[in-house]
Every structure is written in C-alpha cells, then in structure tokens.
C-alpha cells in the first residue's frame, strides 16, 4: 500500500459503501432492528485507513439503534489484536487478551447486543474478548449482516433456472 | 578583560554562534539523512497537513489540550512566558541598542517581573510532576532534571538580579553565564525541539493526512 | 561468559546503522518526556496503570538499544523483545495525543527490525513469513488448496443463487479483491458472502490464483525486506491481470 501504482488500493469498506450510496445493493433494516449495535473501529481502517466515515455511512443502511463507544473513530482504542499479536500467540497471547481489558469495558459501555467490525484481527480478539470478560455479545462482520440483511431481487433466486449470465 | 566583559563580550558571541550554528547543522543533517532513508516525508509531501498539524499545537486545539487542561495550560504560560519575556525585557533592550544601535518594544517592567515568576512557578509544577507521577517519572533521567535546571537558572538569577537580591554583580554574573549556557546546550538536547518541533509535527501530520486522519 | 549466545552484535551494529533514519533520531532526541501518552495506550491501561507501559518507554527502550550497538547483551535484548513484540500493537494513538507527534508505531517497528538482526521473533511470526515466500500467503496454503476453497464456495453459493460466480484470475476486472488467508483457512464462508455482495451489485470482479494474501506480518515482524516482497505479490498480480482498482478484504 501506499505507492504509486496504476491500480488503487480500496478497503471493502469504502466499496460496499459505494454500492449503498449508488443503489446497487440494498438491505432490509428490519433484520437488525432488535439489536444494539456498536462499532469496532480497526487502527487499519479508520485511523490508519481513512474508512471511519464509510462504515458508518454502511451502519445508517444496517442498524436501527447503533451506539457509539467511547471514545470511537480516529480516537478509538485499539482492540489489542493488531501489530500481529493475533498471530504471535503462543506466550503472546495472554498478553493479547489482558490488553484488551479496555476494549472489552468499551462495549460494555455501549450496552450493544452486536459489535461490528471490518478486520479479521478485531473480529478474532474480540470473539476471545467476548468469552474471557463475558460480554454476552455477538461479533460481526459486514459481510457477514449483509448476508442476512440484503434484498436479493426474486429472480435471482434458486427456484428459476433461466438466469442472465454476466 | 573583567569577567563582565569577558560574558558580555566574546562568550556572548560563542553562545549565540554555537546555538544558531548548531541548530542550522541540525538541520542539514535533518535534511541530508531523510532525502536518503525517510523517503516518505518527500513522497507524501503536502504543505495542508503540514500547517493544519503545527496550528492545532501551535494553539490548544487538540484532544490533549482537552484531555489534560492544567498541564496544558501551565505549558503554555511556561512556553510563551519563557519566549517573550527575555526578547522584550526592557534591560536586555538596551544592550541590543548599547551595541547595535536597535530598539523595539519592551514589556512594563512589573509584567516582566510577574512572567518571570509565572516562568519558575510552571518550571516547579513540571519538576513536581516529574517526582511525583508515576509515568512521567518512569521515563524521567537526570539530563531532564538538569535541562528543566539550565531553562530556569536565567529566570531565577535574572529575578534576584532585577530584585538586587544577594550581591548585585555576582548574580548578574551568574544570570549572563547561565543564558549562554541554556543557549549553548540547546542544539544538543531535548531543548533542540524548539526548532525540531515543526520539523517532528509536519512530518507526522502529513504521514497521518493522508491516511485522511487528524494528528490533533 | 563462556556460555554460547545467539547473539550476533556485530549484525546487530549493522542493524542500528540501518534503521537510523532522520524522523527517528529526531524523535528519540526531542521526546520531552512529559507522559502525555500514557492513558492514551491501551497496554497502559488495561495492566493497572503500569507505568512501564506507556509508549515512551518503548521509544527510551530503542534508543537505549540505538546507543548499545555491538555492545548488546543477552539480558537487554530479552527484555526489549518482550516490550517491543508484546506491548505494542503499533496502532498510532498515542501519536495522535503526543505534543510533537512522535509515531511510537515506527519507533516499534524500527525495535522489531534490530531483534530481527538478531533472528528474535515470535515463532509464530516466523512461520508466516516462510509460508509467504513458499506458498505467497501466511497459512501454508497451496495454490491448489486455494482454488478448491474458491470452487467450493462458488457451489455453495450458486445453491442459493444460481447466477452468482467467483471469477478467479479474470483479465480486466475492475476490482481484484484480496483477503486475509485466515478466511480460506477459517472462514471460508466469508468467500461466498463476499461473493454474494459482489455478485448483486452487479461489480465486474476477480480473485488471483497466485496473489491474494493481503495481509502482510513481516511488515509486523519488522522484517521490511520480506514485506516488500510480499507486498510485491498483490502488486503483480493486479497488474498481471490489468484491474483498476484492489480491494482489501474487511
């Protein structure tokens, strides 16, 4: 990242955000609406990434009652999985899982039912968080609420066989 | 040669020499060594975060000014009593125009007196943070002892010397020798910051705007 | 001492020469020490405190570590491996509350180059970065085991929506989409929901079958040499396959 290419470097972010705002997908809101959502800024993505606005422009498509911790975007602390110490594990790990005392009383905070979050190293630490200071929560990718959330056109669908290839 | 002459005359100027000199030196070697190995600094050059990152220190506009209001603002008074107050002191005036033939504003001399002592009131606050909080002590060495000691010695010999506290002539003497000093150490220490300073914010202000996030 | 060490000072010196940069002298030089950082870093809070936490600690430990160059010892370089790969994560924050923006992220990294000079990483780490070089992703993965994930995630998905594909090394798509090889190895299903975002937003897409791993631990190693290689894959293979644009799996 970072160089003069002659492709550029998007994050998935920034792309679903894209498709939203164009209209090239939509989302059923009321998939989330029990839920309290908050949202786990990666270092990567937001402060590191610029993606912070992006992702929250996906959650106001997504999430009914959405929470913001404390502090959150730019600001917000570092799950304590980055900088490699998700892989590292081994004597690394309870060291990972102590650092993370701070992110884990920053979604008890919020009081959210859902913690969201774009990067496979929050998600895995904060699923570890999640059991180690039994927050009762459950972790989230995008892709994985578009999964239940999009409206996928009927004649997409399974049943009807004659499609319209790319 | 008297003593007096001796710190007025030929050391003043080694003072003043050996501080500009070496601060332009510092940075040469600045620019010389990033051109080879902090080839990011050129690549993402932008004089936008540039100014925005010194401005939002320059002035209290950033999360730590919030965060931490007392440290910041005694901070600040220390900083800007410590610039202002020996540049307009009344008596330093008239030893530029004794020699140069140059005048510019002074400070009333009772404003003086009181941002002299709002000077060592901050120094005193700094030093006891340093003792007395945990992370600050953690990283404290002796060299910042001492240079908190060489920043503050003018004021407090400048103080006793405007107050004819003690032996007049001796604390003036101690006063000239200890500006030369704190002159004479800057380019070497910590205290180089007040040039590197700019340096150090623009190139992270730059590195952090175009991941399009604030350094403030 | 008599005894055999692993050390090797003079590489270490060499190390030092290196990694010696204008930005980092600098910022080792003028760190006031005045602890502003400290409750912003997450180490420091969440162990109680521990003054021996805060971020500029991290920056006295690597010039100290500057300053020894060969005359490195055993019992140092124990120490700061443990500071240097176990309390920091390089996220930046504390530069963003630092008066003179000092970036601990790079002084960290530079600290995780000098205990690469000595072969000191986290073994775990090291393992990846033989993987990238042998297989061009962190998890061991053959090219052959990728394309079968890819195969099977496109049938997985085609069930629910028979028009949907996973279109793997196509010339000219627009967006080449990358993921973190903990997805095929873990995750597979994060495949075919990607795919299924894709495919109903109707985006001209494609995987590489040889450069798809965007995650890069040497760059965590402190390794920069391994990490612009493989930073180098991604690279060739967008523009082996001419997209305009590379995205970065969440």
Avoid at chain 2, 165 to 170: E, G, I, K, S, V
Wanted: contains cysteine.
């Amino acid at each position: 990242m970072g160089r003069d290419h002659k492709f550029q470097v998007v994050h998935s972010v920034t792309l679903f955000a894209e498709y939203l705002r164009e209209g090239r997908l939509k989302l059923d809101k009321s998939v989330f609406a029990e839920e309290r959502c908050t949202y786990q800024d990666p270092c990567n993505v937001s402060r590191n990434g610029g993606c912070g606005k992006d992702a929250r422009e996906i959650i106001g498509y997504l999430c009914e009652d959405f929470v913001e911790m404390e502090p959150y975007g730019d600001y917000n602390f570092c799950c304590g999985g980055g900088g490699g110490a998700i892989p590292m594990a081994g004597p690394f790990r309870e060291r990972r899982l102590r650092s993370g005392k701070v992110k884990a009383e920053q979604i008890r905070a919020t009081g959210a039912s859902i913690c969201i979050t774009p990067c496979h190293n929050c998600y895995d630490q904060i699923r570890d968080l999640n059991k180690e200071y039994e927050l009762g929560i459950k972790v989230l990718s995008f892709k994985e609420m578009f999964e239940e959330a999009l409206i996928i056109p009927e004649e997409l669908k399974a049943q009807e066989e004659d499609e319209d290839e790319e | 040669m008297s003593l007096y002459e001796l710190l007025r005359g030929p050391l003043l100027w080694l003072a003043f020499g050996v501080f500009i000199g070496g601060m332009v030196v510092r940075i040469i070697l600045f620019f010389t060594l990033s051109t080879k190995k902090d080839k990011p600094i050129y690549r993402f050059f932008s004089w936008k975060w540039l100014w925005l990152s010194i401005f939002h220190w320059i002035v209290p506009l950033n999360q730590t000014a919030k965060k931490n209001p007392i440290t910041t603002t005694v901070g600040f008074l220390f900083h800007i009593c410590l610039l202002v107050t020996p540049l307009f002191l009344l008596a330093h005036g008239v030893l530029w125009y004794e020699s140069w033939d140059i005048s510019w504003w002074s400070l009333p001399e009772s404003t003086a007196d009181y941002m002299t002592l709002i000077i060592i009131g901050c120094g005193i606050f700094l030093a006891l943070r340093r003792i007395f909080l945990p992370y600050v002590r953690v990283v404290t060495t002796a060299a910042d002892y001492l240079l908190l000691g060489v920043t503050l010695a003018p004021f407090v010999t400048g103080y006793l010397a405007y107050h004819q506290y003690f032996d007049y002539n001796t604390v003036l003497l101690l006063h000239m020798f200890f500006g030369e000093l704190m002159l004479v150490v800057i380019p070497f220490t910590k205290l180089s910051h007040f040039l590197m300073f700019f340096f150090s914010r623009a190139v992270t202000g730059m590195e952090f705007g175009r991941r399009r996030a604030p350094s403030w | 001492m008599a005894e055999v060490t692993a050390l090797d000072p003079k590489k270490f010196k060499e190390a030092v020469k290196d990694k010696s940069n204008a930005r980092l002298k600098m910022w080792l030089e003028i760190c006031a020490h005045c602890g502003l950082c400290a409750d912003t870093c997450h180490f420091y809070l969440a162990n109680d405190k521990d003054p021996e936490m805060i971020p500029a600690v991290k920056g006295r430990k690597v010039l100290e570590a500057l300053r020894k160059k060969d005359k490195i010892d055993e019992e140092f370089l124990e120490d700061f491996y443990w500071t240097i790969y176990g309390e920091c994560t390089m996220c930046r924050r504390c530069t963003m509350f630092c008066p003179f923006g000092i970036d601990i992220a790079t002084i960290t990294s530079t600290g995780r180059g000098l205990c690469v000079s000595q072969g000191k990483v986290p073994e775990n780490l090291k393992k990846t970065i033989a993987s990238y070089y042998e297989h061009g992703n962190q998890m061991e993965i053959t090219q052959e085991e990728w394309i079968d994930t890819l195969q099977w995630m496109e049938e997985e998905l085609q069930e629910e929506l028979p028009g949907a594909t996973i279109p793997i090394d196509k010339k000219g798509a627009k967006v080449l989409y990358t993921v973190n090889a903990r997805e095929p190895k873990f995750y597979p299903m994060d495949i075919s929901q990607v795919a299924r975002v894709f495919y109903l937003a109707g985006e001209d897409w494609t995987m590489s079958s040889k450069g798809w791993d965007d995650t890069n631990l040497a760059m965590f190693a402190g390794d920069l040499k391994a990490a612009a290689y493989i930073s180098q894959l991604v690279r060739d293979a967008a523009e082996e396959l001419e997209v305009r644009r590379v995205a970065i799996t969440e």
